[in-house]
């Protein structure tokens, strides 16, 4: 058989298919590369204005999902969207309740600044006014007035009190008393009990009749109290209008656009004349909890509080990185002032919901799923389409403390969840909710197809990623060794890997090494030095393998040839590193029953899937040499010095070929190493990691003594195509000291590592005698003959026995 050639052993990114000198020349990418499902399921979902219709993006770690997203997001937004401003300012008569003002984007803060500057300006104003001599002089006049009339309505009763010889006295303020008059004094208890019957009687009748009056002039006081209240509420309405209407008239008219605006001034006007005193006193505790809060030291009633602001015409792209419940949908600050728990409208503030409102939210959805509450309350607030800002510490716990309960914020927002496979199986599966509000899954691409234009493609995805990192550009000689990089990640000749997370390091790195020799451009001898660098960093434990077989601990051999051991392929893998080893499988056999003891499986540490392939070369040996008589020879295998688990089909052929040797007593070339699967029909199956498989082989004749050139691996025929070989291991077969060789079935297989033809079964059912399996079924049939012998030696010793 014929090893394969160069060219099927690395797919080489060819310089004329770069139709460019370095990626400076080339436009970044704006689309999302090689995800065209999923960027059709995005442009379906953002396009769709029914509620539901939320992105779960599927994919594993390091796809770039975030990335891409959020490149598509700022090239494909749409810009007749219109985003808002939304602020909460005081509801006068429900102050438990504020009320919520929605206005354009970047008027939330212009409203703020407008209503500052008209308190700084009454701050100052109102106590002049009202202190003025000619404010005092009305509002003193007024008092006068009532007191006169006050004055003269009492006096009334007490000169009718005095002719009837009884006073009226001022007991408490508001609280009058007649009393009989002895002369110029109060009648005493004993000087009233001196008096007549008559006397006495005519008092009592007395009293009564200006007692009745007493009540009426007193109701007469309480109209004029009121009308006097009344006519000083004017005054200072009207030296309020004075001061501070025109300027609220002017922001009506600048905000005549908006009624809800509109309304909240006329509010702010009726309420400035009932609340006078917060500009007249001097108020310690709004002082204390303006310092309390960070904010301004003006009167908390009629400050705005800007929960969003956003920028004109800008529609949100919020990332949420840490998404609690009280970054997610906001919160109420408290301050505490001489020991109690204060709050009010103007200590709201907003989550990552209230900023993303008329746009996007972003984020990882098993960082959304550990955090409690937040999954039901987003589920909520989805259904109801609005933003409710709820105490978590209430729900959490069964305290009274009395806070505000603002009004619920509309909700409008396109959710963008990012996550595996496993985690939205699972949400599919246990929360029939979740169907319904993430109706559109952006299922992310590992790999794209490798050609000649999606290689031009792959390399305006590197120039992007060279602009977005602020890195040197690269050669095109750099950008086809990143290509073949990529080509051997995704493991596949004709396949580029998309794990965008990988390359972006890789562009790092190789940008470091451009620097460190100061060079313009990141060339491929750069690229070559990042790779060759990350692989001595993170292969240790590789090399204490590759120790042990260099000084004979574990055991290998590269030379001649044994029978029933064959050197089988295996992976390892350490944290995101894979290297290949080879590994010694030995068969024995012996007189039995024609069984196969699986001795990894029978001591536990063979997994399902490689008692499946040893059952499966069971099946096949049986269809080939047992069909009409029973096997005689039994058979056990195992891996030579394992002492952890092993799992997995791969070797399932090397196993075969050791059995075949075994039973026919025909040595195994040790120079070569063999992998694949096999199935009940002899057909080679392929494999996982391939190259890691080859190199290892390589890796493992270089520490035993050098290459002979008769040394080489044997790998599936259908894994041709996933061959990306390390350069130094094309170079070997190139000088003809190391093969690789691909078969399709068993019998290629056992031609090439037993140095003699398998051979093909006749007519009759027989295999040529100097065949592999010619050896095989002579032996078995030997075996027959013998125990057909004992049978008739048996029959002649005691018939009865049959």
């Known amino acids: 058989m014929k090893s394969l050639s160069l060219h099927q052993l690395y ?71 219109q985003s808002h401003d939304w602020c909460y300012v005081a509801d006068f008569e429900e102050p438990r309740v504020p009320k919520l003002l929605q206005l354009p984007a970047g008027k939330g803060v212009r409203l703020k600044q407008d209503m500052e500057k008209l308190m700084s300006r009454l701050v100052k104003v109102i106590p002049q006014t009202f202190d003025s001599d000619s404010f005092l002089e009305r509002s003193e006049k007024l008092k006068e007035e009532y007191a006169k009339k006050q004055e003269d309505e009492l006096e009334k009763v007490a000169a009718q009190a005095r002719r009837k010889k009884v006073s009226l006295t001022i007991t408490t303020p508001g609280g009058y008393r007649l009393v009989a008059m002895n002369g110029d004094q109060p009648h005493t208890a004993e000087t009233f009990k001196a008096l007549t019957d008559v006397q006495r009687d005519k008092f009592e009748d007395s009293v009564n009749k200006l007692e009745k009056k007493l009540r009426q002039a007193l109701r007469k006081l309480a109209d004029w109290e009121q009308d006097y209240a009344d006519k000083q509420q004017a005054l200072n309405r009207e030296a309020l209008e004075g001061i501070s209407g025109h300027q609220i008239d002017e922001l009506i008219e600048n905000y005549k656009s908006l009624p809800d605006v509109v309304a909240y001034f006329e509010a702010v006007r009726a309420d400035l004349v009932e609340n006078l005193e917060i500009f007249l006193e001097d108020n310690e505790e709004q002082a204390a909890i303006a310092y309390a809060a960070l904010d301004k030291k003006m009167p908390r009633r009629y400050l705005v509080n800007v929960l969003v602001h956003q920028k004109t015409n800008e529609v949100p792209m919020v990332v949420e990185d840490n998404p609690t419940y009280h970054n997610l949908f906001g919160y109420v600050e408290n301050v505490t002032y001489k020991g109690t728990v204060f709050t009010d409208f103007s200590l709201i503030r907003s989550g990552s919901l209230h900023r993303a409102n008329g746009g996007y939210l972003l984020m990882d959805a098993i960082k959304m799923l550990e955090q409690p509450f937040v999954w039901d309350g987003l589920k909520r607030a989805l259904r109801a389409r609005s933003i409710q800002i709820n105490s978590l510490e209430r729900e959490l716990t069964l305290s009274g403390t009395i806070s505000i309960e603002p009004q619920g914020v509309p909700l409008d927002v396109k959710l963008v969840l ?41 390399a305006k995805f590197i120039a992007s990623v060279v602009k977005e ?55 491929d001898v750069h690229v070559e030095r990042a790779l060759e660098s990350a692989k001595y960093r993170s292969s240790r434990i590789r090399d204490q393998f590759y120790d042990s077989i260099r000084d004979g601990s574990t055991l290998v051999s590269t030379q001649g040839a044994i029978v029933g051991q064959v050197n089988a392929l295996s992976v390892l893998s350490t944290g995101g590193f894979e290297f290949g080893l080879s590994n010694r499988v030995t068969a024995t056999c012996y007189y039995g029953d024609g069984g196969i003891m699986d001795i990894e499986r029978d001591v536990k540490l063979g997994g399902n899937i490689h008692s499946k392939g040893v059952m499966i070369l069971s099946s096949w040996l049986a269809s080939h040499f047992a069909v009409t008589d029973p096997m005689h020879l039994s058979a056990s295998l195992t891996f030579e010095q394992n002492y952890g688990e ?16 075994s039973l026919s007593g025909v040595p195994v070339r040790q120079d070569l190493a063999i992998t694949g699967s096999v199935n009940q029909f002899g057909e080679v199956q392929p494999i996982g990691g391939v190259n890691e498989k080859v190199e290892g082989f390589f890796a493992t004749c270089q520490l035993k003594g050098g290459l002979t050139g008769t040394q080489g691996a044997i790998v599936p025929a259908n894994n041709v195509q996933n061959l990306m070989l390390d350069s130094e291991v ?39 005698k100097q065949s592999v399996f010619g050896i095989i079924q002579q032996r078995l049939e030997k075996m027959r003959e013998h125990e057909r012998q004992e049978h008739a030696r048996d029959d002649q010793k005691d018939p009865s026995i049959h």
């Open 11 to 81: 797919k080489a990114c060819v310089l004329k298919d770069l139709p460019f000198k370095s990626t400076r020349q080339l436009e970044p990418l704006a689309e999302i590369v090689g995800q065209n499902r999923a960027q059709e399921a995005v442009r379906f979902a953002l396009a769709m204005p029914h509620g539901g219709y939320n992105v779960y993006a599927v994919g594993r770690n390091g796809l770039g999902k975030r990335t891409m997203m959020l490149r598509y997001l700022e090239h494909h937004l749409d810009t007749k969207q």
């Open 469 to 523: 990192k602020n890195l040197l550009h690269c050669t095109n000689k750099a950008v086809a060794r990143i290509i073949e990089y990529s080509a051997r990640m995704a493991e596949h000749q004709d396949r580029l890997s998309l794990h965008a997370a990988n390359i972006a390091n890789l562009l790092r790195e190789s940008d470091f090494w451009a620097r460190q020799a100061d060079a313009k451009l990141i060339q």
């Open 646 to 661: 092993v799992d997995g089909d791969s070797a399932s052929l090397a196993e075969l070929c050791a059995l075949i040797s």
């Open 418 to 458: 990012f996550g595996d496979r496993e985690t939205w199986m699972l949400l599919q599966d246990y929360d029939p909710e979740f169907a319904e509000l993430f109706r559109v899954t952006a299922d992310f691409e590992n790999e794209m197809y490798r050609s000649d234009g999606s290689q031009v493609t792959y």
């Open 730 to 768: 094309v170079q070997a077969v190139r000088e003809s000291r190391f093969a690789v060789y691909a078969i399709s079935n068993v019998e290629e297989a056992v031609t090439l590592l037993l140095d003699k033809p398998a051979g093909k079964v006749d007519s009759k059912g027989n295999y040529p």
